[in-house]
């Protein structure tokens, strides 16, 4: 990973005048871009969605909407990449994209997290907020792919159990939210009851960034620096051990995150090979 380098802010404020950085003005421009492109599209498909899902019911498969997000997440990537606003790069895409029946656990240090892991994987269904599906450009298409919420504790936990032995993949961030300054939060134990339920594998995902855009409490419109760089790597797999619980299972997997990544204090990178934490 490369080093992070100095931010590049839309103004220098001196004693007397405001200096305006002409890099700081363009990464602002094309990071807006990116956003309302992101914001359009999803007005757009949703009302699609949502007319389809009522039209049809049952008879379009989740996958169909599964299918759609991953195409839309995927393309948005391509345009932001090519705008300069993101630089994702992936260990092991073909591994990610053939994974079935199968819990996917990744750290959470950023509100696109779910977009990169979606534009990588054609089928899973995602575990969201609340009130993401509400919001007028995510809802319709988020429910015409099957995914479910994380508000309710044992809806979640049965609605993810069916999933995972109908043989569909979940993605689910075991820290419940954005990780606050510092390399992950306290997991949940909800994924992990799915995964001593089911036996299914838990596949963990190491995602890296530099700066804290769209961390938590960043707002979508503060400027940051572009381009936003990001690395995706596929760590270890778990799998319940016999007669572990839900909570030592989540204790588990955090104690290897907390062994694998490391908060600077501006980003989440890995830790180097023999480094104590």
């Keep these: 990973m490369s080093t992070v380098r100095a931010h590049s802010p839309i103004y220098v404020r001196g004693r007397r005048r405001v200096f305006f950085s002409v890099r700081g003005i363009w990464d602002y421009l094309r990071q807006v871009t990116a956003i309302f492109l992101f914001v359009a599209t999803g007005i757009v498909v949703c009302p699609v969605c949502i007319i389809l899902r009522k039209a049809a019911g049952h008879s379009i498969r989740p996958s169909t909407g599964q299918h759609l997000i991953h195409w839309l997440f995927r393309n948005w990537l391509k345009v932001s990449a090519a705008l300069g606003t993101v630089d994702v790069q992936i260990d092991d895409e073909e591994k990610l994209r053939n994974l079935r029946g199968t819990i996917i656990a990744p750290n959470h240090p950023s509100e696109l997290d779910a977009i990169y892991l979606l534009s990588f994987i054609p089928n899973a269904i995602c575990v969201m907020r609340a009130s993401l599906m509400k919001r007028s450009y995510l809802g319709g298409a988020a429910r015409l792919a099957g995914y479910i919420t994380?508000?309710?504790?044992?809806?979640?936990?049965?609605?993810?159990?069916?999933?995972?032995?109908?043989?569909?993949?979940?993605?689910?961030?075991?820290?419940?939210?954005?990780?606050?300054?510092?390399?992950?939060?306290?997991?949940?134990?909800?994924?992990?009851?799915?995964?001593?339920?089911?036996?299914?594998?838990?596949?963990?995902?190491?995602?890296?960034?530099?700066?804290?855009?769209?961390?938590?409490?960043?707002?979508?419109?503060?400027?940051?620096?572009?381009?936003?760089k990001v690395r995706i790597t596929l760590g270890e797999v778990f799998t319940p051990q016999e007669g572990e619980s839900a909570p030592a299972l989540a204790n588990r997997m955090e104690a290897y995150f907390r062994a694998n990544l490391e908060y600077t204090g501006e980003s989440i990178l890995r830790r180097r090979k023999g480094e104590s934490h």
Excluded at 151 to 178: A, C, M, S, Y
């Design 150 to 228: 994380n508000d309710q504790g044992p809806t979640l936990v049965r609605d993810g159990i069916e999933k995972i032995r109908g043989g569909e993949n979940l993605l689910i961030f075991p820290e419940g939210t954005r990780t606050r300054a510092q390399a992950v939060n306290p997991f949940k134990h909800g994924f992990a009851l799915i995964a001593t339920k089911t036996g299914a594998p838990i596949q963990t995902v190491l995602i890296e960034q530099e700066g804290r855009y769209l961390s938590k409490e960043f707002p979508l419109f503060s400027p940051a620096r572009m381009p936003l």
